[in-house]
């Protein structure tokens, strides 16, 4: 039985959405039809914005960095 998207991380989406959007514009860049390219490319569009989603959703996901981290406090690696 095949796993449900929505049921992958949300990093593993955002690849495979990607990897969808790839598709899309490799079959608009084939094909010689204007209406099917530009449906392609709508779609390549749509894989696109769902992938940045899923890639914001992994990032609230994982939290904000730990106080200990320089980018975190804003601290300069030599202690300024």
Known sequence: ???????LPADQRAKHYRDLAAD??????AST?????????????QWHKMAQEAEQ???EQSGPLPP?????TDEQPNGN
Do not use: C, Q, Y
């Open 1 to 7: 039985m095949a796993k449900s998207i929505e049921s």
């Open 33 to 45: 039809n204007p209406a099917l390219k530009e449906g392609f490319l709508r779609l390549a569009t």
């Open 57 to 59: 959703l992994a990032a």
């Open 24 to 29: 899309a514009v490799h079959d608009a860049e």
């Open 68 to 72: 200990s981290s320089p980018i975190a």
